[in-house]
């Protein structure tokens, strides 16, 4: 067994293991001890207190941590990030003046990831999506979710999730897998829409379930893409063999997606810039967790989420980066958070709370990782010395982790 000993942290945030995912006055709830210790036993959290404890516990390596504050990683619940290509010449296309629904009606967006991807080969696939993550890491992540959804074809969906499973296998953070498939109609699709949802349901989630490939379904409930009655039905032949609904609803319509999120119910309804008053208190009074993408109303130049109405209305609410090539080229968690604070007018606790604990709980990760707890996995991130833990989001840009720790060895070392 090896021992790790923090000492002299200046704050130590998120020490609470709720049971439920936060929502109201408890979102805003961010339980800290300032001048605190924290003993890290192999891979998980073993002990914590504060300095004026008596006694602190010996380690085999003690490290002094003065100045700087202690978090659990980021949990980002909702990412696209195994994709071939990036797509700049759309990028420059929005600079123009095309919107994002007139990109995909030309061939864009989502179909033209799905072509790149077709063509390229799994362990290509792999390698670049293991380079983005060993980045996201670096950033301060310690648990993501991946989504397929750039493939479109039975051979295509399964390829990517079996390089998410790699991912999983290979990497040293924990990753959910979520089966996409209705992302987009395929081309061959567009005026057969039953025979693609049959593919979905009678030729692809068979095969992901035999190889245990998904622990989620998502469906792309929007105008010209999947109907609220489409996304219920991909949902429940996903739920028949033990896949639950994350979903990507409201985000350039409100058309009933909500309803669909909560009469499943889905684990999370994810995006949510485009929320009726109606939409708000039904997603309030539900279990199902809010979770807000402000990367891709930034990228897409998009009305924000109205994050500060769902809070205040009672929503469990979970930051996610959306890290893809269209609407989102970055899974910079750190970004994420000032963008929750500045533009959907989050607290720095409710949008730290956001981010992880609630990002775990939007993941199944509640047992593991999003918060200090004694027997979760010591996924910390490290501050450079700031002066208060509103400053994290407030000086947005800059690089405020000094160092990350995953499994409780230190990421770079
Ligand atoms: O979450 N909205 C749908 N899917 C992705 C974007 C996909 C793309 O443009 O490649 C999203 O924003
Ligand atoms: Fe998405």
Known sequence: MSTNLLKNISLLAGVHAPETALRGKALAQLPQIEQAWLLVEDDAIAAFGKMTDVGLPAADEVMDMSGCMVLPAWCDSHTHLVFAASRESEFIDKIKGLSYAEIAARGGGILNSARRLQNTSEDELFNLAYARLQELIQLGTGAVEIKSGYGLTVEAELKMLRVIRRLRNASTIPIRATFLGAHAFPPEYQQDQEGYIRLLTEEMLPRIAADKLADYIDVFCEKGFFSPEQTERICRAGMQVGLKPKLHVNQLNSIGGIETAVSLPALSADHLETMT?????????????????????????????PGRQLADAGCALAIASDFNPGSCPSGNMNFMLSLACIQLRLLPEEAINAATINGAFAMDLQQQVGSIATGKKANLIITKPVPSLAYLPYAYGSNLISRVMINGRWIND
């Open 277 to 305: 008053d109606q939409d708000i208190s039904l997603l309030a009074a539900s279990p199902v967790i809010g979770t807000l993408l402000p990367g891709a109303a930034f990228f897409l130049r998009m009305a924000y989420q």
